[in-house]
């Protein structure tokens, strides 16, 4: 397994930009495939974006399409999730995970490393 940090989250109003950052650490984490997800009060943990552990296969939950960008850099062992044009729906826990094995997952189920979380707050 890799241990998973992140930070950059923070309380911002709609229309703005944030960038999320998950320091991964731990043996061959570059063979790791990588995920965004989030969490609202009262809902289930879901998809925001994924790579591939190459770095070359990006892909995202259609509710951010177009507005958030998620990058690996591997020579950091880094995660970043850049996220512009936020909206109040976008407020949740951030957490970032990391799974083995196979491509373009989306489940919870299908990571087996998973960061604390990290804040994010959208007000209109």
């Known amino acids: 397994q890799v241990q998973l940090v992140e930070s950059g989250g923070g309380l911002v109003q709609a229309g703005d930009s944030l960038r999320l950052s998950c320091a991964a650490s731990?043996?061959?984490?570059?063979?790791?495939?990588m995920a965004w997800f989030r969490q609202a009060p009262g809902k289930e943990r879901e998809f925001v974006a994924g790579?591939?552990?190459?770095?070359?296969?990006?892909y995202y939950a259609d509710s951010v399409k177009g507005r958030f960008t998620i990058s690996r850099d591997t020579a950091k062992n880094t995660l970043y999730l850049q996220m512009n044009s936020l909206k109040p729906e976008d407020s949740a826990v951030y957490y970032c995970?990391?799974?083995?094995?196979?491509?373009?997952?989306?489940?919870?189920?299908?990571?087996?490393?998973w960061g604390q979380g990290t804040q994010v707050t959208v007000f209109s």
């Open positions: 790579v591939s552990y190459t770095g070359d296969n990006l």
């Open positions: 995970a990391a799974g083995i094995g196979g491509n373009g997952r989306t489940r919870v189920d299908d990571f087996g490393s």
């Open positions: 731990g043996r061959s984490v570059w063979t790791y495939r």
